[in-house]
């Protein structure tokens, strides 16, 4: 088995190469969709995207924008780096980044928190629902929406919606993500939402995104020498 040079970078590669070649199979596996009432390629999106969306946010984003280093700044490996993703993420919006796809996402900023493990209140799906929770997501500065989606992976904010956009039949269309809008709002939840399919549309594009603006080749050409013996 091949060992990735830089585990944070290539993760996003080899997730999505995964989820091409295995989410049919998935898909299709008539058994587990016997044992849990429907198949799970919405489980295995969730699984891959996990690490793809996790590992880049907290390692190349987060030193740069969020200004909070942690044990790895995978941004110090290459100038460049850091560039490409202050373009990207420092000021822009979703709707300008390459892996916003249009008419997907609904984005609600802010609304009164509730417990997201439970069914969630009807009225936040009803603002998913308004034309407007779209036009909101092409709007948003990217880092919010990715920052949503990140936390929401990270902690559990995760929600399966039916093709209405609720939690009221069994068979998943949409996924909803859930989270504090920043450490000071935790009165606040932002929610983001988007079908299961556009969910794996869109993690093609980030994985594509990572490769395309060079992080990957770059940061797989070293890294801290504590990596090398873990």
């Known amino acids: ?65 969020a200004r909070r280093p942690g044990v790895a700044d995978d941004t110090e490996l290459d100038e460049a780096v850091a560039g490409r993703v202050l373009e990207t993420f420092d000021g822009r919006r979703f709707g300008e980044t390459s892996f916003f ?69 069994d068979a998943t269309n949409m996924l909803g993500f859930a989270s504090y809008p920043t450490g000071r709002r935790t009165e606040e939840l932002r929610l983001l939402r988007i079908s299961v399919d556009g969910f794996q549309e869109f993690l093609g594009l980030w994985a594509r995104w990572l490769s395309d603006n060079g992080v990957e080749t770059v940061l797989s050409d070293g890294g801290p020498g504590w990596l090398e013996t873990v």
């Open 1 to 65: 088995m091949g060992r990735p040079k830089h585990y944070s970078a290539e993760i996003a590669t080899r997730c999505q190469r995964l989820i091409e070649s295995l989410s049919t199979r998935v898909e299709g596996d008539d058994d587990l969709a016997k044992e849990f009432r429907g198949p799970l390629r919405t489980t295995f999106l969730l699984a891959m995207a996990t690490p793809m969306i996790v590992l880049p946010m907290e390692r190349l984003y987060k030193p740069i924008i």
């Open 101 to 169: 796809i249009p008419d997907r996402w609904s984005f609600v900023d802010a609304r009164p928190i509730f417990p997201v493990a439970v069914s969630w209140p009807s009225d936040a799906f009803n603002e998913l629902n308004e034309p407007e929770a779209m036009r909101a997501a092409e709007q948003a500065p990217a880092k919010d929406v990715m920052e949503c989606l990140r936390n929401a992976l990270s902690h559990g904010g995760v929600a399966y919606l039916d093709k209405h956009g609720r939690q009221e039949e």
